[in-house]
């Protein structure tokens, strides 16, 4: 029995690519049979951030209308075994993804897969909610902002009335909170919203914090999902995060601040 | 350092990041409000109240407005229907306001 993961946040920008190519590739890494899908037609940026983009010959339009099939469209990841990614459609518009074309899509891809995670574009048009409305569980990204924190909240209130789920009046879709960009330095220090802020505004369950951090940037930089630096903060906190959602209760890292040697407050910048 | 800067910096009345929770608060409350307020019953409200009308006068779909208010302690319902215009006075406004007791 597949399950649909969509990674959503409403607001663009806050980590919802990098989060979806670290969670697959962390949920593939542990053995699952995980594809990672694009959802953002007309932009499509996952292939570059997983560093397959010079491999993409069909997309997830192209299977949509029949003019490929799946095993032709699927980019299979050469560093995790178990990976495979459904690249968005750089050309047509996203009037292409029609709601009969996505379940059919995804209904194939449930008789190989293990877990199939829906990268969603920003905003609230066609893409974001073709994205989440057939998911199971969702990844809401969010970032210690208002505008992100605000954004994610209309995005709950969108998975909650407009899923697939709450249409036909199944249990609801599982929520998961993913809070990125974090610096608990400024936290303490009162000029950034802390989790426990964020948590009491939106009332979901928190599954992890990526702290901010320049691995990130140097990751996507050279196409590798930045769970797989696991020497870095943000990677070891999106393998956290993964083994979480597997079920293992882990302590969250990386929401403290570091305390500092003597020599390092003495010498080292703030 | 942060000892320093709690003796000799004058405390701002409050953290940027305690504004910012208080300001999400009342923004998220309101547009929880509105979204539990509106998606529920006013589209199918809408579709009888027009059945209804149209029982009498032909008016179409894009004719009849519903909007529901929050005021306080009691909710106005504001109906508009813009009837066809062989009639002098083309539009007429209908307002029902009902408390529902609590502030």
Not at chain 1, 235 to 249: E, I, T, W
Request: hydrophobic residues 40%.
């Amino acid at each position: 029995m597949a399950t649909v993961i969509v990674v959503t946040s409403g607001k663009g920008g806050v980590g919802k690519t990098t989060t979806s190519a670290s969670f697959a590739t962390g949920l593939a890494q542990r053995g699952y049979r995980t594809v990672v899908i694009d959802f953002d037609v007309g932009l499509r940026n996952l292939d570059l951030i997983m560093g397959c983009e010079r491999r993409v010959v069909y997309d997830f339009i192209n299977i949509i209308n029949g003019e490929a099939n799946l095993n032709q469209a699927l980019i299979r990841d050469k560093r995790v075994e178990n990976l495979h990614i459904l690249p968005a459609s750089q050309t047509r518009d996203k009037e292409a993804l029609t709601k009969e074309g996505v379940e059919r899509v995804l209904n194939e891809l449930r008789q190989n897969f293990e877990y199939i995670v829906c990268d969603s574009p920003a905003g609230i048009e066609r893409g974001a909610l073709m994205a989440l409305y057939f998911a199971d569980e969702a990844l809401v990204v969010t970032n210690p902002e208002v505008s992100s924190v605000r954004d994610s909240d209309r995005i709950l209130g969108i998975l909650a009335s407009r899923s697939r789920r709450a249409e036909q009046g199944e249990a609801p879709v599982k929520e998961h909170l993913v809070l990125a960009r974090y610096a608990p330095e400024r936290a303490d220090r009162g000029d950034m919203l802390s989790v426990e802020d964020v948590l009491e505004i939106l009332g979901i369950p928190l599954l992890g914090v990526i702290p901010e951090s320049p691995t990130v940037l140097q990751s996507s930089n050279a196409g590798v999902p930045v769970v797989l630096e696991d020497g870095s903060d943000a990677g070891a906190a999106y393998g956290d995060l993964v083994d979480r959602f597997l079920g293992k209760n882990l302590p969250h890292r990386f929401i403290t601040t570091q305390k500092k040697g003597f020599l390092k407050r003495l010498f080292g910048g703030g | 350092m942060g000892l320093f800067d709690n003796i000799f910096r004058p405390s701002p009345n409050k953290s940027s990041a305690a504004l910012a929770k208080e300001r999400l608060q009342i923004i998220v409350a309101h547009e929880r409000g509105n979204r539990r307020g509106s998606p529920d019953y006013l589209p199918a409200l809408k579709k009888e109240l027009l059945e209804v009308v149209r029982k009498y006068v032909p008016v179409d779909q894009s004719q009849i407005k519903v909007h529901l208010d929050r005021e306080g302690g009691y909710e106005v319902l504001e109906l508009n229907i813009t009837l066809p215009d062989e009639e002098p006075q083309s539009r007429r406004g209908l307002e029902i306001s009902r408390g529902n007791g609590q502030g």
